[in-house]
């Protein structure tokens, strides 16, 4: 799985792939955190859990993202080193079970990221995987 940056107007996107879903979402997280921050400590934070469902996958994408600003704000962490399963429901819907490791804010040097936004986003099955684009509102 791997994330990359891009330049979008005022904002910043994140392009990921993965093998899976999960992985793809991983990344995806990933790159917010890198929209967040540019040197991200590897011996401090405690790990805490995120699930979430929806009717799409990029709705789930969406809300996913979403639960992770939340919990950034609310925890007051900058989630890193994220893990991803995502799974079918029931119904026809979809369910995300994912974990991140939370950063104090104190413990780094970040910059904040307002919220996702739905505009332009991509979730598309390719040949080698998964491929997202999510846009951020910086």
């Known amino acids: ?3 990359e ?8 996107a994140v392009d990921a792939t993965g093998e899976s879903l999960g992985a793809l979402f991983a990344a995806v997280a990933d790159g917010l955190t890198a929209a967040q ?3 991200v ?3 401090v934070g405690e790990r805490f859990a995120v699930a979430v469902e929806s009717e799409s996958v990029e709705s789930l994408l969406f809300d996913y993202l979403d639960e992770l600003v939340y919990e950034r704000d609310v925890r007051e962490v900058l989630p890193a080193d994220h893990e991803a399963t995502v799974t079918r429901t029931a119904g026809d ?3 995300v079970d994912a974990s991140a490791r939370g950063i104090p804010f104190e413990a780094v040097d ?5 919220a996702v936004t739905y505009s332009e986003m991509t ?3 390719t040949a080698d995987g998964w491929h997202a684009y999510v846009v951020f509102d910086v």
Request: charged share 45%; with cysteine; glycine share 4%.
């Open 1 to 3: 799985m791997s994330h």
């Open 5 to 12: 940056l891009r330049e979008h107007t005022a904002d910043v």
């Open 37 to 39: 921050c540019d040197d």
């Open 41 to 43: 400590p590897v011996d």
């Open 93 to 95: 819907g979809w369910r």
């Open 110 to 114: 970040a910059r904040e990221v307002k």
């Open 123 to 125: 979730v598309e099955e």
